[in-house]
């Protein structure tokens, strides 16, 4: 044991001396480094070694605030806004990356740290660091754009599915998808096309209890630009499902929606307001709770979305109302939102959730569900509410520099 002890402080006090070592290593250039604050992943810290990236947003002179969303095309558009502190205030920039979908993980972080690098040197020119800046073109410009020979269609086609088991035990589940979408400025068309089916099998002392799950569908988009306020369009879906009792289901709703913010600013801020009123035409497997096996119905639908992104975190809010003409009592209200917080320096609230009234179950089946379809959730069950919810919250403290990957071990 005291071999073992004699041996602990040595190897411990070797550290300590160690890391003071290098503690007081020279470093003329790293002080002079321009303070950065953003979410950077190891890669960005290792490709963009120029800058010190700090903890907290007070100690940073620059703030980059970053957003994506998914491009017609399938690929995403990855949004960067530079926010100048302290001698930069008033230096702004918004840069932009967009991947396809056929760019691998690496040629997505390489596409994302060269236009940081490029963002950034506005900023880097006016430190000390920057004459040891170079910069190079690499490609001639082309002076002829080809024409796109799919006119911004893209087909996207998926089958996937997993089985496992043990003795008393069995499950799949197998599904497979077919998309069409064309993303332009004045038109956006998805068109979704699945199927799915989930088996469970259960070996009960000698029993043996099976559930099928089944569902089908096909939805369909498309929207009209009008300005960057206003556009119009309307979706169509029609669908099987095992679980909600529905032989066929089909609805029509033409739509019509306005963002008070304008949509050349929705990876910033959006406030959409959407309304649809359409057609809903039903038939159940079974007999409904309301003796029905078939039904056709009007209604309407409104919709409002609120999502900003600040320096101060993000939040998102979306609220759908929807109920039938023939009786609105039979109506349906969801609230869905999500908050990240930074309340003060290294503490960080988030809270997210769902809550939902239900009042519009047209295909609860009479009969009820079978125990063994309860405890498999394979039947819709009566009910006038659900909801999900998150919470928590993250204290960082220590050094405000954070410049240093080291992936020995793991991370």
Request: charged residues 20%.
């Amino acid at each position: 044991m005291k071999i073992s002890f004699l041996t602990f402080i040595f190897l411990s006090s070797f550290t300590i001396v160690i890391a003071q070592n290098e503690s007081l290593q020279p470093d003329t250039l790293r002080k002079d480094a321009l303070n950065v604050y953003m979410q950077a992943s190891d890669y960005i810290r290792k490709e963009i070694p120029f800058v010190n990236y700090v903890r907290d947003i007070k100690d940073a002179k620059v703030y980059i605030i970053s957003s994506s969303q998914r491009t017609g095309s399938g690929g995403n558009e990855f949004m960067y806004f530079l926010n100048g502190q302290h001698e930069f205030t008033g230096m702004n920039d918004t840069i932009s990356f967009v991947s396809s979908s056929d760019d691998t993980q690496d040629q997505i972080r390489e596409g994302q740290v060269k236009v940081l690098k490029m963002g950034l040197m506005r900023y880097i020119a006016k430190t000390p660091l920057a004459k040891h800046v170079n910069i190079k073109f690499s490609q001639p410009l082309s002076e002829e754009v080809s024409t796109d020979k799919w006119d911004s269609w893209v087909f996207r086609t998926r089958f996937n599915g997993f089985f496992q088991g043990q003795k008393t035990y069995k499950s799949s589940n197998i599904n497979g998808s077919f998309s069409a979408n064309r993303v332009t400025d004045n038109w956006k068309m998805n068109y979704n096309l699945g199927i799915n089916q989930g088996t469970d099998k259960f070996e009960i002392e000698d029993e043996i209890i099976k559930s099928v799950n089944k569902s089908k569908y096909f939805n369909a988009l498309i929207v009209k630009s009008i300005n960057e306020h206003w556009s119009y369009g309307a979706t169509a879906r029609i669908s099987s499902s095992t679980y909600s009792n529905r032989k066929f289901s089909a609805e029509f709703l033409p739509s019509i929606e306005y963002d008070i913010f304008p949509y050349s600013e929705s990876t910033r801020r959006q406030l959409r307001l959407l309304y649809s009123i359409g057609a809903y035409s039903y038939q159940y497997t079974d007999t409904t709770i309301y003796n029905k096996t078939e039904e056709s119905k009007l209604g309407q639908q409104l919709c409002a979305a609120y999502e900003v992104v600040q320096k101060w975190g993000s939040m998102e809010l979306n609220m759908r109302w929807r109920n039938y003409f023939s009786d609105w009592k039979l109506n349906n209200l969801s609230l869905e939102g999500y908050v990240n917080f930074r309340i003060t320096k290294g503490l960080t609230f988030n809270l997210g959730g769902v809550y939902e009234l239900i009042h519009d179950q047209l295909s609860l089946v009479k009969g009820g569900a079978t125990s063994e379809e309860i405890l498999l959730r394979r039947k819709e069950l009566e009910t006038s509410y659900s909801f999900f919810t998150h919470f928590g919250l993250t204290y960082t403290f220590g050094s405000i520099y954070n410049n240093v990957v080291n992936p020995r071990f793991g991370n």
